[in-house]
């Protein structure tokens, strides 16, 4: 599942102050094309990470589409809520066509990992219809609330905090949650943000059926105990 790209405002030069257009021309210098593609080719960009190369990413969007097009990828970017990716194109369903290797190579999530996953993006959407803060964080103990319901009952408490902290590192590592610093109190449980890039892998559609979803989950941690 996903999003379509959202497609950033076009920069009248005439309306830009003085002091605008020099920053703008000082993050293409110090971000070519080269730099944009092989940033994107690694992981996710995120405007809150790095403010030069996401506005360097802003001014070339047009110029890393046509690039990317001939890997066959395409560029995703959302400037509202401030991330990017690249998305591998689907394969011809043309027997005669040939298959291109994927530069976006394709990660199995576990059954476990898909629920936290869901149970996330579920939380992400109620936060956004409370029209609070525009950051959700959650501390492990709230996570590990998301998933007791679907536990066995008597589940070890010790058992299902390592679970969720094996899981949520493991999203770290996918890019969709980010581990925040401790204040430096080694009895303070860590805290994690939940990245807003989480809406564009699980859609609208896909969380209308959701209920649906976790029917089976629960069917399946049913056949499983």
């Not at 094309?33 to 405007?47: E, G, H, M, N």
């Not at 001014?59 to 509202?80: F, I, S």
């Not at 996953?117 to 959650?138: M, N, P, Q, V």
């Not at 943000?193 to 564009?200: F, G, S």
Request: no cysteine; glycine share 4%; net charge neutral.
């Amino acid at each position: 599942p996903g999003t379509s790209p959202a497609q950033a405002a076009p920069r009248q030069a005439s309306q830009a102050s003085p002091s605008q257009a020099s920053a703008s021309q000082a993050s293409q210098a110090s971000h070519d094309l080269t730099s944009l593609v092989i940033a994107l080719l690694k992981s996710v960009l995120y405007r809150d990470d790095d403010a030069a190369l996401w506005e360097a990413l802003l001014n070339l969007q047009a110029r890393v589409r046509d690039y990317v097009a001939v890997l066959a990828l395409d560029l995703v970017l959302d400037e509202a809520e401030g991330y990017a990716f690249l998305r591998a194109r689907p394969q011809s369903d043309d027997d005669d066509a040939p298959k291109l290797p994927r530069l976006v190579p394709r990660r199995p999530l576990s059954f476990q990992l898909s629920l936290l996953l869901a149970l996330l993006r579920k939380k992400l959407a109620e936060f956004d219809a409370s029209g609070g803060d525009t950051r959700l964080i959650l501390s492990r103990e709230a996570v590990a609330e998301l998933v007791r319901v679907f536990m066995p009952a008597g589940s070890n408490e010790s058992r299902l905090m390592d679970l969720v902290e094996t899981q949520l590192n493991k999203i770290v590592e996918l890019g969709f949650v980010r581990k925040l610093k401790s204040s430096g109190n080694r009895a303070q449980s860590p805290s994690y943000e939940v990245r807003r890039i989480l809406k564009a892998f699980v859609d609208a559609q896909w969380l209308g059926e959701f209920d649906q979803r976790l029917a089976s989950y629960q069917a399946h941690l049913g056949s499983s105990t």
